[in-house]
């Protein structure tokens, strides 16, 4: 018996990632213009990073509690008041590595084999293989670009969510940059109670957004006793490579996902808690100023884009902007641009059934980057 | 026109083209071309300039920070005493300000020899000037909210999701 006669099931339904594909491509093209990066160009915060280093001089390099430090807890329920968020520190809070921990803790916590877990898409690539590694059957959900890539009782209607049991939510969304309003969210909520489903909403980008606020599911009627919600300190932090997100819920809910959590993590690094509780004293003056410069960066793709005739929805929310392939074909354009003008951006299928023809293209890059990248994409559109 | 977001974008780089202006603030061409005259012809806007990095300049240069006190008389006010000092043009910045001392003179000179005879032969000298400490800069690692040095490469992953 070898290891990989002894694969499991799960992990062989899964198949390779599509990104990481392209990433292979375009690593291997010199001079290469990158719009395909899912994170910041900024670095966290200087007052986040020397409260780490401070926490590490002092020697605090042991685990902390398995929710995360209480200080910190206190700390993010007092900020999501904001989205109209009320969370108790005490038991409806969990800090995790990353959002992403987050995410496969209710996957692993809500989801039992042969369960159906409604995925719209195009989505983050994360949801659909967290749902097949709890055992899940996932569901996907194609959104529209008619409808601005916003999720519409209709779409899931269609896709035959009514049977499901757990929907996943993104909005802002990776990879449309779609947002969504409260008044759109409170059909899908309506939606959701009729079919008594269960929601974990991926509130991650929450502070990227340009023309409003961030609205949130868990705060509509009757919602916030069958919704999680993620959230974390990497998007409007810049804080990817620190890991730190976090959960929110009511109290058995956030139980259950701490039994899965304590076993299998422990605690979130405690350096990385020690940054995020920084980030939240002290630095939504540098959130704002990186959120300035990203919808400038926004307003700039999207004018270009119109300016050379690629067809694109004026997307509201994280740093990726979702215009169409010229033919329609992602994949050819994507790969002929990375060919023929080394701009990197990553085709739409990627992210599921609905993101086909289309292209992410990440505005998370300095803007003489972006100049240049948008002069090479015309060259290519209008060869 | 929002001219504060105008000014935060020029602050961040005033090279930019009047075109990519109006992109990054979702304004037309002819809105930006006129709200920029505006704030030049209103004296907000003064002037726009390089950064530079002495450190990767040949030639040498020498900057000196100094501090200078002064008596004020009866006819004799800083406002007098700041337009006869900043009508040299060593001066480069000068300022009033709180504390110790009453002006803060930035003076850029071609050796330290040029600008402490600068400041002994002409400022100095002035009547109401009391007293100059000049502190010579030997490095400088931030100017106008620029960090000075290698930078920070890039590292992220070219693709991720």
């Known amino acids: 018996m070898t290891l990989g006669d002894q694969l499991s099931d799960r992990v062989e339904q899964v198949p390779p990632s599509g990104i990481r594909k392209f990433f292979e491509l375009a690593e291997e093209v010199d001079d290469v213009i990158s719009l395909g990066v899912g994170e910041p160009d900024f670095s966290a915060p200087w007052a986040a990073r020397t409260a780490a280093i401070d926490s590490l001089e ?63 898409q195009p989505s983050y690539i994360s949801y659909t293989p967290g749902a097949i590694f709890a055992g899940g059957e996932p569901l996907p959900v194609p959104t529209r670009a008619e409808d601005e890539f916003t999720l519409t009782p209709e779409a899931l209607e269609a896709a035959g969510a009514d049977e499901a049991d757990v929907l996943v939510l993104c909005y802002p969304n990776n990879p449309t940059g779609a947002v969504m309003t409260d008044d759109e969210l409170a059909d899908v909520a309506s939606f959701v109670r009729d079919h008594d489903l269960v929601v974990l909403s991926d509130e991650i980008y929450s502070d990227l957004r340009y023309e409003d606020d961030h609205a949130s599911i868990a705060t509509h009627p009757g919602m916030r006793e069958r919704t999680i919600v993620f959230n974390g300190f990497s998007k409007a932090y810049a804080m990817t490579g620190l890991r730190l997100g976090y959960a929110m819920g009511p109290p058995g809910a956030i139980d259950a996902m701490n039994k899965v959590h304590q076993y299998a993590m422990l605690s979130a690094p405690t350096t990385a808690q020690y940054a995020a509780l920084e980030a939240l004293r002290s630095c939504d003056d540098s959130v704002e100023e990186m959120r300035r410069e990203y919808d400038r960066r926004r307003r700039f793709v999207l004018a270009r884009f119109e300016e050379m005739g690629l067809d694109c929805f004026e997307a509201k929310g994280a740093f990726y902007v979702f215009p169409e392939a010229p ?23 990627v992210f599921g059934e609905g993101g086909a023809g289309h292209l992410r293209v990440s505005y998370a890059t300095g803007m003489r980057e972006l100049r240049e990248a948008m002069d090479r994409i015309e060259a290519y559109v209008s060869h | 026109m929002d001219k504060q977001s105008l000014l935060d974008l020029l602050r961040h780089d005033a090279r930019e083209s009047v075109d990519d202006i109006a992109r990054q603030l979702g304004a037309d061409a002819e809105a930006v071309a006129a709200a920029l005259e505006e704030l030049e ?25 100094v501090e200078v006190d002064v008596e004020l ?48 032969e002409r400022i100095a000298p002035i009547p109401e000037v009391t007293k100059t400490v000049t502190h010579f800069v030997m490095d400088s690692y931030k100017e106008e909210g620029i960090e000075l040095g290698d930078g920070d490469d890039d590292d992220r992953l070219s693709v991720s999701p």
Do not use: C
Request: proline content about 3%.
């Open chain 1, 58 to 120: 002092r020697g605090k390099t042991s685990y902390t509690s398995n929710r995360g430090m209480r200080e910190l807890r206190e700390a993010i329920s007092e900020r999501v008041t904001r989205y109209g968020q009320e969370y108790d520190p005490e038991d409806e809070i969990i800090v995790t590595t990353g959002a992403s921990e987050a995410v496969d803790l209710a996957f692993r916590a809500f989801v039992n084999p042969g369960d159906v877990v409604a995925i719209p």
């Open chain 1, 327 to 349: 033919d329609g074909d992602d994949e050819a354009f994507a790969e002929g641009l990375l060919e023929e003008q080394n701009v990197a951006l990553v085709p739409g299928s």
């Open chain 2, 41 to 65: 012809d209103d004296g907000v806007i003064r002037g726009y300039q390089a950064v530079v990095d002495w450190n990767n300049v040949d030639e040498e240069r020498v900057r000196a920070q």
């Open chain 2, 73 to 120: 008389d009866r006819e004799t006010g800083y406002e007098e005493i700041a337009r006869r000092i900043a009508r040299f043009p060593e001066v480069a910045t000068l300022r009033l300000v709180s504390g110790d001392y009453d002006f803060f003179i930035e003076v850029e000179g071609e050796s330290m020899h040029a600008v402490s005879n600068f400041v002994s």
